[in-house]
T-cell receptor
Framework: GESVGLHLPTLSVQEGDNSIINCAYSNSASDYFIWYKQESGKGPQFIIDIRSNMDKRQGQRVTVLLNKTVKHLSLQIAATQPGDSAVYFCAEYQNDMRFGAGTRLTVKP | GAGVSQSPSNKVTEKGKDVELRCDPISGHTALYWYRQSLGQGLEFLIYFQGNSAPDKSGLPSDRFSAERTGGSVSTLTIQRTQQEDSAVYLC????????????FGSGTQLSVL
């Protein structure tokens, strides 16, 4: 079911380092997953998606990994930049789109 | 339009008043979602419209909340007898079709109930 966190987990990284943001999803029947980025005062924006018949997908500086065995999704950001500072949400689709609680990424210059 | 449009961007109301929030999805998008986001928290699913099908209302927190989607396009989220705990950002999103498709979000309506 839907989960809404009371406090967002946070991740702080140094500029230039790689970031890994993790997400545990709830429904083993979900067949489509998306990562969104939300900057302050804005709606979430699409980053990358992956379908359940894949376990890895790469974009520009971002990679999504899917482990269906343990219902785990991760987002890897290479060479993290200050502009990557935002809240990151994973979402799963199975009849409709449900979001995880989100992780706040802070990039230190 | 170019993107999902929500209005108003900010709404301040008094406890007990009714409010209406509007969402104009991207033209041609058949799926429309409403989410609620409290300060510093995640996205709480409220309701989902898909084409002409009956909406999925399973996320609406109480019977004070309702939503309509007229003509398969514009949607209105109505909150009756607002309470202070209704204060949040209300986000609308649309997507192209019934299959798995990425959502495009509006900038949200910041609702403050005094």
């Amino acid at each position: 079911g839907e989960s809404v966190g009371l406090h967002l987990p946070t991740l702080s990284v140094q500029e230039g380092d790689n970031s890994i943001i993790n997400c545990a999803y709830s429904n083993s029947a979900s067949d489509y997953f998306i990562w969104y980025k939300q900057e302050s005062g804005k709606g979430p924006q699409f980053i990358i998606d992956i379908r359940s018949n894949m376990d890895k997908r790469q974009g520009q500086r971002v990679t999504v990994l899917l482990n269906k065995t343990v219902k785990h999704l991760s987002l890897q950001i290479a060479a993290t930049q200050p502009g990557d500072s935002a809240v990151y949400f994973c979402a799963e689709y199975q009849n409709d789109m449900r979001f995880g609680a989100g992780t706040r990424l802070t990039v230190k210059p | 339009g170019a993107g999902v449009s929500q209005s108003p961007s900010n709404k301040v109301t008094e406890k007990g008043k009714d409010v209406e929030l509007r969402c104009d999805p991207i033209s041609g998008h058949t799926a429309l979602y409403w989410y609620r986001q409290s300060l510093g928290q995640g996205l709480e699913f409220l309701i989902y419209f898909q084409g002409n099908s009956a909406p999925d209302k399973s996320g609406l927190p109480s019977d004070r909340f309702s939503a309509e989607r007229t003509g398969g396009s514009v949607s209105t989220l109505t909150i009756q007898r607002t309470q202070q705990e209704d204060s949040a950002v209300y986000l609308c999103a649309s997507s192209l079709s019934t299959s798995e498709e990425k959502l495009f979000f509006g900038s949200g309506t910041q609702l403050s109930v005094l």
